[in-house]
């Protein structure tokens, strides 16, 4: 059975920011998207970005030029890294992995069948 297991530093400083790891138990990166989502109290699981199997990366707008998704398949490992964190960035952080839709990585969190078991980021002004 696949894991994930999510490890990071969780309360950070506005402005700051913060790299966020997600290692598999077993390698299951190969032709699998591998993506970040995140969740505010009563909010829903917002997708953050995702990485695909060519390396190709992609970024919700609100993180987009902050933040860098990549992956060291021989580590079998996913890293976020988010700069200039705001109040936007609290939450709790997920990654999870799954199938591809047409050639293409989704953003529905039910399209997706591994998690991590989530590590919450908070922001301190």
């Known amino acids: 059975q696949v894991l994930l297991v999510e490890s990071g530093v969780g309360s950070l400083q506005a402005a700051g920011s913060l790299r966020l790891s997600c290692s598999s138990s077993r390698f299951t990166y190969l032709r699998r998207c591998n993506v970040w989502f995140r969740q505010a109290p009563s909010r829903y699981r917002q997708w953050v970005s995702a990485?695909?199997?060519?390396?190709?990366?992609f970024y919700t707008d609100s993180v987009k030029g902050r933040s860098t998704i990549s992956k060291d398949n021989a580590k079998s490992t996913l890293y976020l890294q988010t700069d200039s964190l705001n109040p936007e960035d609290p939450a709790m952080y997920y990654c999870?992995?799954?199938?591809?839709?047409?050639?293409?990585?989704?953003?529905?969190?039910?399209?997706?069948?591994?998690w991590g078991q989530g590590t919450q980021v908070t922001v301190s002004s």
């Open positions: 990485i695909d199997p060519d390396g190709s990366t």
């Open positions: 999870a992995t799954g199938p591809l839709y047409g050639g293409a990585c989704l953003i529905a969190p039910n399209l997706y069948d591994v």
